[in-house]
């Protein structure tokens, strides 16, 4: 005990300078931290949205609604392929995730097959069984169509919070469809939820004529326009869609009223000047997620391949909707299946809340601990002090996320990180009381309490090494602060203070321990 | 120098195991009566289980709770709950989870807010939808479930099986208890809670491995002594450590409790009760489930024998 190697002290010191040059940055004030010079290490922790304030969505990829859509696209344009290939066809329908259809006359189906190759999309396989052409997504097809979806789907959502500018967004895949959206800082995020759940889909059709008369011809379709509500009957197939513009702006009219300029690339260019110049004088209509903007008459042929959408817009929704035009349309709609959003103030309280508690706590071990344990007390103190610092800047140099229950655990970690001191201590009081001499007693205390200490951290870690695999957002920051607090309080109890014991021992050289 | 206190007397000798028999009813009838509870009255489930939407709200002057509550009342969300939170300034509002899939959610936070009008400050808006709910529900089952196993075949491996088995027990003990208590005062359960009862697991079991540690040195060191005057004499010698590592987490756990805000209440609180019911369980379940353990059960060869002899020389 009188010896305590000099390696051993070396390592001491040296962890416990690393660990307070790593912790110092989260301890500055931010201001005071920035304006110190570049060579100052500047890793803080990273405070968790229920500190900083932000929100956290989990989103959904309607992945459903894609295979249905999808499908009934197959079932439109197999019938067209097959009209205009003029092959017979019975009992065309979706069952499951294909489309099925029954040819008439078993010698076409090799015509077929080819007429309806064009119709495939992504995933999709096409198989004849006799005179039976099945369409459809196999397994596969599927995991590779989800796959697919949810990457534009993340691609889409950056690009539309990046078109704001300030915010740091992480955007991360969660299980097969799902999207965490982990938004820090934000401040109005029923706009941030808007913008995100807008479809942005913008299409072009032909307008037929008058809506809501008479059934609807299966390649047609009814859309409300936006302001009205009137139902005007479309074409189902669009003109030109929104994934071929390359530029969307808010602008002015020449009334003066905010309009939005748009730009295709050389495929929507020339698509949509076919379009218009075989159909001078008719209506095309402006889609918008199942909403007609607007259905202006084409007067000339648009061949430039830039247009205007005109609508009821304010300078606001048009410049909304130039971004969102210019940052995609989601492949398929999302919705929010969990929501946590903290404002700053509350994140800033529970800061507070969070160092006051540690505070008193703290002082309150301090004080226990000198009561009960007398210059041992002090010693394991300081080591407890050092503990809360070697958490810090662990938890800083692991770019680990501090969080409300993280504070927790912190504060749960004091009580318990102390315990290790409380076993060898009374352990020693032990020996002292069996007639061991002062110094023995101090070895015996620390030998035979370290195996209780190992077998009681272990079975600490095993239930919060649980917590941190299952538990989620701020539940993982209390394991993770927990995790680090207690592995560290086994080298601070044991080590530190048996440094600063074997100093205190070979300086003063006792007959009795004050304990 | 002044003279450390010694909160627990040396040489004290309580014969803890005489009240064996009406501990181990005791502990039976509260898990009895917990599970009950549980049957009876259930959890007071949060949004994170419950599904559903909870905003705190904070408003420039004391809002009138009544008013609020008839006005919200009036959208026709179902029961809504308020309560001031923290500062009589700050309200909860709690709704249920909306019909309508995963969208109706948030178009019913919108209507909230859209009634609630102006110069509200809006510091926590969560929704969990169903499907996120019943995860949440299945991981944390998963995670106490494992837990619990995991620290078993530690306690097992490193004991032996009646030191894991009793260990075990008394965590079922205290685990249940503590959800017990939750049902009883119709605390809220959510997230947070499942955390607080993960951690009583593992500190119920710190306590009891404390405890076996003793036993089992006791054991190998007087190989004739009676079970019963060896857990007693073991929880004797360890009373001291036991009661100064309860009372210095209990401190901390207090400061959270009083200083640590009021999201955190409910969590501290049943770190309270676990600390004190993982601390009890350990010498009147734990402990006292030994006493028909058979000395033959410690393997008293190699390391027990280095130790018993050691501790020969010592007992003198």
């Known amino acids: 005990m009188l010896h305590f190697p000099t390696w051993k002290t070396a390592i001491v010191l040296i962890v416990l300078l690393v660990g307070t040059v790593l912790a110092i940055p989260s301890l500055m004030p931010r201001a005071t931290l920035d304006a110190m010079p570049s060579w100052f290490p500047k890793q803080t922790v990273t405070l968790g949205l229920d500190l900083q304030g932000g929100a956290h969505l989990l989103y959904e990829v309607g992945m459903d609604k894609l295979v249905a859509e999808r499908l009934n696209n197959a079932l439109d344009d197999t019938r067209a392929a097959l009209r205009k290939a003029n092959i017979g066809y019975t009992d065309l329908a979706i069952k499951g995730n294909t489309v099925t259809v029954t040819l008439r006359d078993a010698g076409s189906v090799e015509t077929a097959h080819d007429q309806l190759k064009s119709v495939l999309t992504e995933g999709m396989e096409l198989t004849a069984d006799g005179s039976t052409l099945t369409i459809g997504y196999s397994e596969t097809g599927l995991t590779q169509l989800k796959q697919r979806t949810v990457e534009q789907s993340i691609e889409v959502i950056r690009r539309r919070i990046d078109e704001t500018g300030t915010l740091e967004p992480t955007i991360i895949r969660q299980g097969e469809d799902r999207i965490v959206v982990q938004v820090p800082g934000v401040t109005d995020v029923e706009e941030l939820k808007s913008r995100l759940n807008a479809e942005a889909k913008l299409t072009f059709h032909m307008v037929q004529g008058e809506g809501g008369v008479g059934a609807v011809p299966p390649t047609m379709m009814d859309l409300p326009e936006e302001d009205s509500g009137q139902l005007l009957r479309v074409e189902k197939r669009a003109l030109v869609a929104g994934e071929n513009l390359v530029d969307a702006q808010q602008s002015f009219d020449r009334g003066g009223l905010p309009v939005i300029t748009f730009k295709f690339d050389s495929v929507g260019a020339r698509k949509f000047g076919d379009a218009t110049s075989k159909n001078v004088g008719r209506r095309f209509a402006i889609v918008l997620d199942n909403k007609i903007i607007s259905a202006p008459v084409i007067k000339d042929a648009i061949l430039g391949g830039s247009g205007i959408i005109s609508g009821n817009f304010t300078v606001e929704s048009a410049r909304d909707l130039a971004l969102l035009l210019r940052a995609g349309a989601l492949p398929a709609p999302l919705t929010v299946i969990e929501e946590r959003t903290v404002g700053a103030d509350l994140g800033a309280d529970s800061i507070e809340a969070g160092k006051l508690a540690c505070i008193i706590g703290l002082a309150g071990i301090i004080v226990a601990m000198i009561l009960l344990y007398g210059i041992f007390g002090i010693f394991a103190n300081v080591a407890l002090i050092f503990n809360g610092i070697l958490t810090l800047g662990l938890l800083a140099a692991f770019g680990a996320t501090l969080t409300l229950p993280g504070i927790a655990a912190i504060v749960l970690t004091l009580g318990m990180a102390v315990d290790a001191n409380v076993l060898i201590l009374e352990r020693v009081r032990e020996e002292v009381r069996n007639g061991r001499s002062a110094i023995t007693a101090m070895e015996f205390g620390y030998r035979e309490a370290l195996g209780t200490i190992v077998d009681s951290h272990v079975t600490t870690l095993i239930s919060t090494l649980l917590l941190f695999l299952l538990g989620s957002g701020p539940i993982k920051g209390f394991a993770v602060a927990l995790l680090i607090g207690v592995s560290i309080s086994l080298f601070t109890a044991l080590m530190v203070t048996q440094l600063m014991t074997s100093v205190w021992l070979r300086r003063t050289r006792p007959k009795l321990l004050p304990l | ?316």
């Open chain 2, 1 to 316: 120098m002044w003279k450390p206190i010694h909160l627990v007397p040396p040489n004290t000798r309580i014969d803890f195991m005489r009240w064996h028999r009406f501990t181990f009813a005791l502990a039976v009838i509260m898990t009895l009566a917990s599970v009950g509870l549980l049957f009876v009255k259930g959890l007071n489930f949060g949004i994170d289980f419950a599904g559903g939407i909870l905003m705190e709200v904070r408003a420039p002057q004391q809002p009138d709770l009544a008013d609020l509550r008839g006005r919200l009342g009036g959208l026709g969300f179902g029961e809504v709950a308020l309560q001031t939170f923290g500062d009589p300034n700050t309200v909860l509002i709690r709704l249920p989870q909306q019909e309508g899939g995963e969208g109706a959610q948030q178009t019913a936070i919108a209507k909230v807010r859209a009634q609630l009008g102006s110069g509200w400050d809006y510091r926590r808006t969560e929704t969990v939808g169903p499907k996120v709910g019943s995860e949440l529900v299945k991981n944390a089952v998963i995670a106490v479930t494992l837990a619990m196993a995991g620290i078993f075949v530690y306690v097992w491996i490193r004991y032996a099986w009646q030191f894991g088995m009793n260990a075990l027990l008394a965590m079922i003990h205290d685990v249940v208890t503590t959800i017990g208590l939750f049902s009883l005062f119709g605390l809220q359960f959510d997230l947070a809670t499942v955390a607080a009862v993960l951690t009583v697991a593992g500190y119920s079991v710190n306590d009891k491995v404390v405890v076996f540690d003793r036993i089992r040195f006791e054991m190998r060191r007087y190989k004739t002594m009676p079970m019963s005057d060896v857990v007693n004499l073991s929880v004797n010698e360890t009373l001291s450590r036991t009661t100064v590592t309860a009372g210095l987490t209990f401190i901390s756990v207090l400061a959270l409790y009083l200083f640590g805000g009021a999201v955190l209440h409910g969590f501290a609180l049943a770190l309270m009760w676990g600390i004190f019911i993982g601390t009890y369980s350990s010498i009147c379940i734990a402990a006292a489930g030994l006493l028909n353990l058979r000395h033959s059960r410690i393997r008293g060869d190699g390391e027990g024998a280095k130790e018993a002899g050691k501790g020969a020389t010592r007992g003198a």
